[in-house]
């Protein structure tokens, strides 16, 4: 059974850092793209980071580009999310998840997603 489990989040202030970490069980995704996406409330599910089966290829979502990195262990089956700069815009539910593309942007091709990891920011 394939399991993703995120991790890192809690309450941060503003100008602030935070590393997310998501841990994938069950199966190996070393072919596999996977992604960070978020949700606030009220909100449709955002593109956080797209990040390539190798690594090797990140697309940003506009509003994080600059101030967040995706990165990836595939010997450890785990994707990172380096968080700075956060500021209250960045408070979200956050998500990982694994597509079976190399690489996609789009959340409708991703199969496996995580419960999410809440990031609060306070001004």
């Known amino acids: 059974q394939v399991r993703l489990v995120e991790s890192g989040g809690r309450l941060v202030q503003t100008g602030g850092s935070l590393r997310l970490s998501c841990a994938a069980s069950?199966?190996?995704?070393?072919?596999?793209?996977m992604g960070w996406f978020r949700q606030a409330p009220g909100k449709e599910r955002d593109l956080v980071a797209a990040?390539?089966?190798?690594?090797?290829?990140?697309v940003y979502g506009d509003s994080v580009k600059g101030r967040f990195t995706a990165s990836r262990d595939n010997a450890k089956n785990t994707v990172f999310l380096q968080m700075n700069s956060l500021t209250p815009e960045d408070t979200a539910l956050y998500y990982c998840?694994?597509?079976?593309?190399?690489?996609?942007?789009?959340?409708?091709?991703?199969?496996?997603w995580g419960q999410g990891t809440q990031v609060t920011v306070s001004s």
């Open positions: 998840a694994v597509t079976s593309a190399l690489l996609s942007v789009s959340p409708s091709r991703y199969d496996y």
């Open positions: 990040i390539s089966w190798n690594g090797e290829n990140v």
């Open positions: 069950g199966r190996t995704f070393t072919r596999n793209g």
